[in-house]
């Protein structure tokens, strides 16, 4: 079992938490492609740890690389591998080329929002807060991680190659206006370990 909640559930803005509050209630403010329904969150299944385990694979092949261990997929409403994308440091040594922010990239112009809404992101760590405002952006439903900001922080201390800003997710999606459902840290140990010697 991970921990979940949707953003909107811990906004200090009213209309958000109005918005959780119908939510919960069986209403949803996000505009849904016809035929589809919006991602709430729900416990981690086992396509969810099937899929999370997929991303501590691409972390350890953005490594390979020569990159940092951090892997992300997105998957549509049926559970279905929409994009794969790793750590794109190197070769241009772009700071900004998170796993997470290439893929709410890439996934912004491919997919229109209200299909990203039903989609949901698995990452091997949580999203910073510049890839949480990506993913926010793009609207994306529903984040999957693995390995918290906050353990993040201690694996890699002072690291001059990441500097863990210590900032949770569900902060950066709770200051905004749509309903993302977040669930994680899960099966953190295995995504701890795939760290391992990299800092």
Same mark, same amino acid.
């Given at each position: 079992?991970?921990?979940?909640?949707?953003?909107?559930?811990?906004?200090?803005?009213?209309?958000?938490?109005?918005?959780?509050?119908?939510?919960?209630?069986?209403?949803?403010?996000?505009?849904?492609?016809?035929?589809?329904?919006?991602?709430?969150?729900?416990?981690?299944?086992?396509?969810?740890?099937?899929?999370?385990?997929?991303?501590?694979?691409? %972390?350890?092949? $953005?490594?390979?690389?020569?990159?940092? +261990? !951090?892997? #992300?997929?997105? @998957?549509?409403?049926?559970?279905?591998?929409?994009?794969?994308?790793?750590?794109?440091?190197?070769?241009?040594?772009?700071?900004?080329?998170?796993?997470?922010?290439?893929? %709410?990239?890439? $996934?912004?112009?491919?997919?229109?929002? +209200? !299909?990203? #809404?039903?989609? @949901?992101?698995?990452?091997?760590?949580?999203?910073?807060?510049?890839?949480?405002?990506?993913?926010?952006?793009?609207?994306?439903?529903?984040?999957?991680?693995?390995?918290?900001?906050?353990?993040?922080?201690?694996?890699?201390?002072?690291?001059?190659?990441?500097?863990?800003?210590?900032?949770?997710?569900?902060?950066?999606?709770?200051?905004?206006?749509?309903?993302?459902?977040?669930?994680?840290?899960?099966?953190?140990?295995?995504?701890?370990?795939?760290?391992?010697?990299?800092?």
């Amino acid at each position: 079992m991970c921990d979940k909640t949707t953003a909107e559930q811990t906004s200090t803005n009213p209309a958000a938490r109005d918005r959780a509050a119908a939510s919960e209630s069986g209403a949803t403010h996000v505009i849904a492609a016809p035929n589809t329904q919006p991602v709430t969150g729900s416990p981690l299944t086992e396509a969810d740890a099937r899929h999370l385990r997929q991303t501590f694979d691409i %972390a350890r092949r $953005a490594r390979t690389h020569g990159n940092m +261990p !951090f892997g #992300a997929l997105l @998957t549509g409403p049926e559970g279905e591998v929409l994009i794969e994308m790793e750590n794109g440091y190197f070769p241009d040594l772009d700071a900004t080329a998170h796993a997470e922010r290439l893929l %709410a990239t890439e $996934a912004s112009k491919r997919y229109r929002e +209200p !299909f990203l #809404a039903t989609c @949901t992101m698995y990452s091997s760590a949580e999203p910073c807060a510049m890839c949480a405002g990506a993913i926010y952006w793009t609207g994306i439903g529903r984040v999957v991680y693995g390995l918290s900001e906050h353990a993040l922080k201690t694996l890699t201390g002072d690291h001059p190659d990441n500097p863990t800003m210590d900032l949770p997710s569900r902060t950066v999606f709770a200051a905004g206006q749509k309903p993302i459902a977040v669930e994680g840290p899960c099966l953190e140990e295995e995504a701890r370990a795939v760290h391992q010697g990299a800092w």
